[in-house]
């Protein structure tokens, strides 16, 4: 499925190979690190603007707080020009990841088991594979090559924003045709791009609350997948080459040995008797993010978006559950959708000013998020 809907352009699903170390080198070198210090007013942008739109519409605050990371990844990637731009590409993401999520649900695809039923016609019965592919294909190529020209573009007429896109096309453009790299940079591109959806520094999550948050709703319960690529063996079990592991990080996040009481909500269990954070706690970042060499590698990019998002928020905004639209009292809780990336079930509804001063404030933040054209 991933092949028929051209989701193999993902370098998260790539096997381990020289394509896989170009592309994760390049974004080591854009997304991680000193690079990420560039970054930080988009990111400021698009949160102000986020405070922004919630004072003014508070219950929808899931909707702006979801369209931070993805704003600032387009916009650090391809410095899209203005909010229509940048939401015309995220819709686009959104629509890819649509089918990603669904894919990704082991046995949801006949095709999977039985290879041959990826070859009958969309309009014949079985053709739910094709069917589907037909649907996505067109919108992943698009969300790949629509972006990356649209920088080109700019390019050309000497309109170019500062981007990443800008700074590896100029890396790698002769003055004469493409080259083949410089055509496979346009998937590198958007690879890159897509991947993940939050984040900013790798300085101190150092509070409690925060963590006790990560370790309690992983958005990636099961990770990512991967293909074991020789025979192994793990506490006597016997491991054939070619398995498929699926890491269970939720159930790491929930171990009682690690986390007493893991289902009630308790930041304090991070805090040791001298109240600084306790190292001797396991850090669910060291699973929330994966494993080994294929580890997040956005996840300092996501850790200080995220920290950026929650302070903002919490400085200024009482948070309350409030009531739905019929007026009935909103619950809490920890439910999530059951796609391989999941968002919780229910959310606030009141986010309240904490003062006049407060509200002041943020109606004169600054966040035009137009750039000159
Ligand atoms: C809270 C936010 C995020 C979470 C929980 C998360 C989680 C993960 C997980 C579990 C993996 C698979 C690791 C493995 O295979 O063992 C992964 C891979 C990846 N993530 Fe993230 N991620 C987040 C944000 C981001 C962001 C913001 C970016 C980009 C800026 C990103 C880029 C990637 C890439 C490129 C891979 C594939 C790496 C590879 O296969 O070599 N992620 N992420």
Redesign the pocket.
């Known amino acids: 499925m991933v092949k028929l809907t051209a989701w193999d352009w993902?370098?998260?699903?790539?096997p381990y190979n020289e394509r896989?170390r170009t592309?994760?080198r390049h974004?080591h070198e854009h997304?991680t690190g000193p690079a990420l210090l560039h970054y930080q007013p988009v990111q400021l942008q698009e949160v102000r603007g986020m405070l922004q739109d919630v004072l003014n519409n508070p219950t929808d605050t899931r909707r702006y707080i979801r369209r931070v990371?993805g704003a600032t990844?387009i916009r650090v990637t391809y410095g899209a020009r203005n909010e229509t731009q940048t939401q015309e590409y995220i819709d686009l993401a959104e629509k890819a990841l649509e089918a990603g999520k669904k894919m990704a649900i082991p046995g949801a695809f006949y095709a999977e088991a039985i290879p041959l039923l990826k070859y009958i016609p969309a309009w014949l019965p079985g053709g739910y594979a094709r069917k589907f592919a037909a649907v996505y294909r067109p919108v992943l190529k698009q969300m790949i090559h629509k972006p990356y020209d649209e920088v080109k573009d700019a390019m050309a007429s000497g309109r170019e924003l500062p981007s990443v896109a800008y700074n590896l096309i100029s890396q790698f453009q002769s003055d004469s045709e493409p080259t083949p790299e410089e055509d496979s940079i346009t998937r590198d591109v958007t690879?890159?791009?897509y991947?993940?959806?939050?984040?900013t520094t790798t300085a101190a999550i150092e509070f409690a609350g925060y963590l006790e948050t990560?370790r309690s709703f992983?958005?990636?319960p099961l990770?990512?997948p991967?293909t074991v690529t020789e025979d192994d063996e793990y506490q006597g079990f016997r491991i054939p080459k070619d398995t498929t592991i699926i890491?269970n990080?939720w159930a790491m996040l929930n171990d009682p040995e690690d986390y007493p009481d893991p289902f009630s909500f308790k930041p304090e269990r991070f805090v040791g008797d001298d109240g600084q954070i306790n190292p001797a706690v396991r850090n669910p970042r060291d699973y929330?993010?994966?494993?080994?060499?294929?580890?997040?590698?956005?996840?300092e990019?996501?850790?200080a978006?995220?920290e950026l998002t929650v302070a903002s928020l919490l400085h200024v905004f009482d948070i309350e559950a409030g009531a739905d639209e019929r007026g009935v009292p909103v619950s809490l809780t920890t439910e999530r959708g059951n796609e391989a990336i999941c968002y919780p079930e229910t959310f606030p509804r009141v986010f309240k000013p904490r003062s006049v001063e407060a509200e002041k404030m943020i109606q004169a933040l600054e966040h035009d998020q137009t750039l000159a054209d």
Do not use: E, K
């Open positions: 993902a370098f998260s699903i790539m896989w592309l994760r974004f997304y990371p990844i690879a890159m791009a991947v993940g959806a939050v984040d990560l992983p958005i990636t990770a990512v991967h890491p990080v929330l993010f994966g494993f080994g060499r294929r580890v997040c590698p956005g996840s990019f996501a850790i978006l995220t």
